[in-house]
């Protein structure tokens, strides 16, 4: 033996165009004949808020005293027409999660752990739950194409109304619950059989475009006397458009979702390739509000990907006034724990991949309609996960603005940040590390 | 509960109110219907007014003189309105009980999302009459136009003229009758027999409409879902 043998074959190299998931995807798609179809966000790298940091105070600017000096967190949305803005005590809310896509006692416990901590949270497509309405001190309506189980005695018991146009997972795209998941509880609240695939429209079925979408507003600011704040929530496409046109509309608050936010059930291709990230898509939104004269007027709430205090004070500082979160809530109150590997191997995954949200089986009891599931998760003990985890986050984010020298989180600035890669400079609009170089700017913008 | 009601109706029927849009604004005319739980009100100079009556919630008898803008009579609950002109876009949507009659013509999406009670409509209706319907029944006495009743869940359309393209495309338990020629039916409608209960229905609904004998329902054919877009399946995918 030589030892050259095992030269006479290269040894296995995996293709960078056709690396292993790719393959598989191939695989699967020979085998089914349909699209992969299923739950979380994007998961492929992208550009994101791990390309910024903080610079820090220096001798031109000082820090703030860590646990003595004050920095405000609170947030009051709707000051534009509502008589009654609400106010947030932490700059996180609540995305909406549907009741179908989530099992009740799941959107309890988000109603519980938002209040703990001062926070509003959100229903989602099918109306509002009792249990979620008595859990939730502050809950948005949303206002979305399908109209499942919306009805005006609803609306008037919520504190805020979001118009939802699209979802960062999948702008332009509606929604869908799959059979498995509609129980009768939920078929009977959507006027529906029990056991379809429930396919919810991309469209309002009652108004196309901007013109439309002021009246529309018009129209629910009648039916609620003015009192309740309008949101608009869009999916990052055009933001610096869209953002301009539902300031237009008369909206309060703009809710921008960015193509890593969360999904129940979505096709693969449509979460992986559509939309803007998240980190790209807050600058033009906030220069339209600012050539309006409406940013801090109009509130700006951004999501998709926050994960920590650190993505909440980068969000914040590129000009939001607040965040929102839904698969980091997700996660808080036990999904994808390893508590459940046991389960997940059985499914074919493993804790940190389960994905498969759409399809009504999760161990953890969150995205499900099985009754003996859902029964796994205590609304109160996971309320107290997610009031826990919403703390740490508001811990991080002033622990950041203080040593930035900031009084109130909102006082955070681009200033403040730089970027580790051309791209995020970009897409941000600071400077790469160490440079005063934000490409794609000359020096008169 | 309905005799109840219709003695609020009476009692209050000589309180004739009249709400004057050239001097009142919408909001003040909105908020008096809003406000009041029962009574008559007649509402002058609507000149397209947007979101005329909507939201109400209490067995009020609103009469409209003139024609209205979008959503008049929106989400529309227990009260009973009377349009004596034309329909903006969305007229009566999403309304929950109570009636909505137009007179004249309805633009688009009449009736959309509607959870329960009575849209009549003396003209014609434009296109997406009754998307997403939710249990309302809509009368049109003309013709409507395409797009109706997609995605329609529940609820009945009544047509006593002709239906446009793609009629019931994508629907589920609403159940659609007309008179008239049919352009063409969407994905997943199909004409279906006339057994003894619809005729039953659609009797009661010409009757709740004011249609007299002169209207045979056998002179309709019913349409539904043929149910097989419910669940996905491959070999449908040129339907999707
Ligand atoms: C399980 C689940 C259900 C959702 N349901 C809705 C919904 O009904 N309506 C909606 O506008 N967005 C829905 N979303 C999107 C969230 O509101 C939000 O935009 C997104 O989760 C934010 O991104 P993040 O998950 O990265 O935090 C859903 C997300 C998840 C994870």
Redesign the pocket.
Known sequence: MTGDERWIHTPPRESATFDRATIAEIHRAAATGIYDIR???AKRKLPHFDDLLFLGASISRYPLEGYREKCGTNVVLGTRFAKKPIEIKIPITI????FG??SAPAKEALGRGASAVGTST?T???GMTEEERAASSLLVY?Y?PSRYGMEPDQIRRADAI?I?IG???KPGGG?MLLGQKISERVAAMRTLPAGIDQRSACRHPDWTGPDDLEIKILELREITGWEKPIYV?VGAARPYYDTALAVKSGADVIVL??M?????ATQDVFIEHCGLPTLAAIRPAVKALTELDMHRKVQLIV????RSGADVAKALALGADAV???????IALGDNHPRWEEEYRKLGTTAGCYDD?HEGRDPAGI?TQDPELTKRLDPVAAGKRLANYLSVLTLECQTIARANGKSHVHNLEPEDLVALTVEAAAMAGVPLAGTNWIPGRGPQD | MAAAREGARAAHDARNTDLDLASLSLRQANETLQKAEAGSFVVANPRGAHALAAGLTNPLDVTINGHVGYYCGGMNQKAHITINGNAGTGVAENMMSGRVHVKGDASQSAGATGCGGLLIIDGNASARLGISLRGLDIVVKGSIGHMAAFMAQAGTIVVLGDAGDALGDSIYEARLFVRGKVKSLGTDCIAKDMREEHRTLLRSLLDAAGIGPEIDVAEFTRYGSARKLYNFHIDNLGSY
Do not use: P, R, Y
């Not at chain 1, 999501?303 to 926050?306: E, L, P």
């Open positions: 739950g979380f966000g995305a909406g999660m549907s896509s989530l959100t989602g497509d099918g949303q979305l979001e939802v979802q960062g997972a929604g929530k979702d960015g890593q936010g969360g999904t129940a999501s998709g990907g926050i929102s979160i839904g698969t980091a809530a997700l949200w995205t």
